[in-house]
């Protein structure tokens, strides 16, 4: 077993006996050797396995036993990279530095993210380190400079091309007018002398390749290979082989034309270059997500000060501010309405179409947008702390995190490299001695190929890119998964456990049934009844009023309200004498309530809470109050069923009432009366059975159990609380979040096998072909570019899944 070594610094140990928990919780964890904490020291230190497990497994287990791990984290673009070899080499030597518990490279981001204690190490030394290797980390300030960067980047390549291409066009043409199917076209005589090939190929071989011997050197300097040397050793092969040719043909008195290979050499240098321009444009689609929802923002906010409306820049907005929005705008950050009612558009943020009511009270998204109505928003979250930003955080570190199956990309790519050399070699001597004994112009020609058609770009582009677009995809419709991890994980789940208040139901109650006694009428009961409930401030109560208001009714005041604990209240309004409660209530003041008590057991076995009215001594009714189902429930429930999924209703409440709503919603597996803190027992039981569980949960309450879970998925609206406690955030609290959740965890995983499908056919086709001479060098440069932008468009597809 490879063992390699790590120390956490740890937070939150009070006594011997913690430092034990954490030592024994560490040790359970496959591929640790040993787990050592020192208690004095407050640190860990873990000899295990790279190849079972790793950093962030300790942490997540650490922070699972009540705990955290201390650390500083820093975020870098990195500049010089050419292929994944690159990536695993600076992430192999950050990790290596005191004091780094976790360095990832995403090198279809060109970004470079650690995790360190800021007592070891620093920025600066990381910096340093990784400028010995001839790479460049840019500390990362704010996205724009970040796309200046690149469009910078874009540009000077872009420019590079089309000067490779001008130099490399008369060297194709001779190519391909050399021949015999190709005869009839044109070729200018003095385009075969061999001086004026030297002179088009120079240019393109050591201005426009120099980037590649520079990034060869410097490869080779740390003891590593990369693509840079595939391609110079490869394209040095045909330059100075026709550089010797034509020196030859030049002793031997200018006569006839040498068999040269400046074209091979130039093209293969341009249509490396294209390939790369091709995908770093592309690569830039994949994250597009991210500057989509900074787009969304609002420029500037309309602030009240002293009376005084003030238009500033939204990043002048302070908490307090009180902010006029009118119709049509955007609402510049979070904040509470203080006055004013609209419709706000919420759909940019929640994924969710139909504009919400809002009056005095609520709270409002920022980017969201005001349709109908003037309102004062209060500012209470501002720059970082904004919905907004939360979800750029989130959706920056998905797309920056590793999913395990990279974690095999990337390790055959380290090792790729040095293996093509090998067979290079080896093709050339068993041309040189075997198939063409003596002939050192046909043993170099499938040795070339072979250099430059395994080029392990592709395989490095081929599981971030699918992850960039995939979870940029999500968040678009409102599915936030916070690492590249959870989104592979996602599609392995096969039982789907749910919370049932605030996630199959509406969370509060509302008014579901009215039964009215003969010898009443229903609007007169209702106004009596609601006028007095109007007076008590139980959610019972306000369930009655809203649900009465909302049927058109106006309440008049009471003229006298007393609650009765345990009972229900008795008022006097409109000079009647108004009662409602239960059961008690009724015969505590000699009411009969006669053979009205069939209604009410009925209403009372369908889940609902069902109260009695009373008027002058006489029983007039029955009102019934329930947490309704949301609409979409159980036609997202249906969903997941037709996805092979097992559904079940968790639930606190009574047997009955869980049974009742998940006959509703078409469930028959229910568990009930389950206290908070025991729900996570219900999802190790379901573990146990060998299940892959996903918790759906509202983000605070049910925490313990989304963490427990193998995914969990918080239902609500992207608060900060929410966002942390699950590993993926449903925005638009509607439960067809989850089976898209699913399907995009499954079409993401299914587009990465694509495209490391896509890499290795490449590579093991290609390699084969190429040393049996049957692929020329300069269609194995072609192929190669090929591959890697395939691999991208491929992921972009992605970016229009419609779920």
């Not at 009839?184 to 002398?193: D, Q, S």
């Not at 989304?706 to 969990?712: C, F, H, P, V």
Request: with cysteine; proline share 3%; aromatic share 6%.
């Amino acid at each position: 077993m490879a063992t390699a070594e790590k120390t956490l610094k740890i937070n939150g140990m009070t006594c011997a006996a913690c430092a034990n928990r954490i030592e024994k919780g560490l040790s359970k964890i496959e591929g640790v050797e040993k787990a050592n904490v020192n208690f004095a020291l407050e640190s860990s230190t873990i000899l295990y396995d790279p190849e079972q497990t790793n950093v962030e497994d300790f942490k997540a287990r650490i922070e699972k036993i009540g705990y955290s791990v201390i650390e500083d984290k820093v975020e870098f673009d990195i500049s010089g990279m050419t292929c994944a070899a690159c990536a695993t080499k600076i992430e192999k030597r950050i990790n290596k530095m005191d004091g780094v518990s976790n360095a990832a490279v995403n090198f279809a981001l060109e970004t470079l993210t650690v995790h360190y204690d800021g007592s070891q190490t620093s920025s600066a030394e990381m910096i340093a380190n990784v400028k010995k290797m001839g790479y460049e980390l840019i500390p990362k300030t704010d996205d724009n400079d970040k796309m200046d960067h690149k469009e910078q980047e874009i540009k000077k390549q872009t420019q590079k091309f089309i000067f490779s291409a001008i130099l490399t066009l008369p060297l194709l043409w001779t190519m391909v007018a050399h021949f015999e199917f190709t005869s009839f076209i044109y070729l200018p005589g003095f385009l075969m002398n061999p001086w004026v090939q030297l002179a088009l190929a120079t240019p393109v071989q050591f201005i426009v390749g120099a980037q590649f011997y520079k990034g060869a050197y410097n490869s080779l300097r740390n003891k590593s290979a990369n693509m840079d040397v595939l391609v110079a050793l490869g394209t040095s092969a045909a330059y100075f082989y026709s550089l010797f040719l034509t020196f030859e043909w030049m002793n031997a008195g200018s006569t006839g034309e040498p068999e040269l290979y400046f074209e091979a050499s130039a093209v293969i240098i341009t249509l490396i270059l294209l390939g790369k321009l091709f995908e770093v444009r592309a690569k830039g689609k994949t994250s597009q997500a991210i500057q989509k929802l900074l787009g969304l923002q609002a420029k500037t906010a309309r602030v009240l000060k002293d009376g005084i409306e003030q238009e500033i820049p939204i990043e002048e907005v302070v908490t307090g501010d009180i902010i006029l929005v009118k119709p049509g705008e955007k609402i510049p950050v979070d904040g509470e309405i203080v006055s004013g009612q609209s419709a706000i558009d919420e759909s940019m943020i929640t994924g969710e179409s139909i504009p919400v009511d809002k009056v005095p009270g609520n709270p409002v998204i920022g980017a969201t947008i005001n349709k109908n109505g003037s309102l004062q928003i209060e500012a209470t979250k501002v720059g970082r702390d904004s919905a907004l930003s939360q979800i750029v955080k989130v959706v920056e570190e998905a797309q920056g995190s590793k999913a395990d199956i990279q974690r095999l990309a990337d390790r055959i790519s380290g090792v790729f490299v040095p293996i093509v050399v090998g067979i290079a070699i080896v093709t050339f001597f068993v041309w040189y001695f075997v198939v063409t004994p003596g002939d050192f112009r046909s043993s170099l020609i499938p040795t070339i190929s072979i250099l430059v058609i395994a080029c392990p770009c592709a395989l490095g582009l081929a599981t971030p890119t699918s992850i960039m677009a995939g979870s940029g995809r999500a968040a678009e419709m409102g599915m936030l998964f916070k690492g590249g991890e959870h989104l592979e994980n996602t599609r392995s789940i096969d039982t789907v456990v749910l919370d049932k208040t605030g996630t199959v139901t509406k969370g509060e109650p509302a008014l579901t049934d009215v039964s009215i006694a003969e010898g009443f009428v229903e609007r007169e009961v209702l106004e009596w009844v609601a006028s007095a409930e109007n007076q008590s401030e139980h959610p019972l109560a306000q369930a009655i009023v809203t649900g009465v208001k909302e049927k058109g009714i106006d309440l008049i005041e009471p003229t006298s309200f007393n609650a009765l604990p345990g009972y229900g209240i008795e008022a006097e309004v409109a000079g009647r004498h108004i009662l409602a409660g239960t059961r008690k209530l009724m015969r505590s003041q000699a009411v009969v309530i006669g053979n009205i008590e069939l209604a009410m057991k009925k209403m009372e076995n369908e889940g609902k809470t069902a109260m009695l009215i009373a008027v002058d001594g006489k029983l007039a009714g029955i009102v019934a109050v329930a947490d309704t189902v949301k609409e979409t429930s159980k036609k997202a429930i249906e969903r997941m069923t037709a996805l092979g999924l097992d559904v079940i209703l968790l639930t606190g409440d009574n047997q009955q009432t869980a049974e009742a709503i998940g006959q509703q919603v078409g469930l028959s597996h229910v568990i009930a009366e389950v206290l908070p803190e025991q729900k996570s027992d219900e999802i190790k039981k379901l573990q146990a059975q060998g299940k892959k569980v996903a918790m759906v949960g509202d983000g605070i309450n049910d925490a313990p159990a989304l963490a427990l879970a193998d995914i969990g998925m918080a239902i609500g609206t992207g608060t900060e609380v929410a966002i942390e406690a699950a590993d993926i955030t449903l925005m638009r609290g509607d439960l067809n979040s989850v089976a898209d959740a699913i399907i995009m965890s499954r079409k993401t995983m299914r587009n990465i096998k694509q495209n490391l499908f896509f890499a290795f056919f490449y590579n093991t086709i290609g390699i084969p072909i190429a040393a049996l001479g049957l692929l020329a060098p300069w269609v194995a440069g072609a192929a190669m570019a090929f591959s890697s932008v395939s691999v991208v468009l491929n992921a972009l597809r992605l970016q229009r899944v419609k779920l």
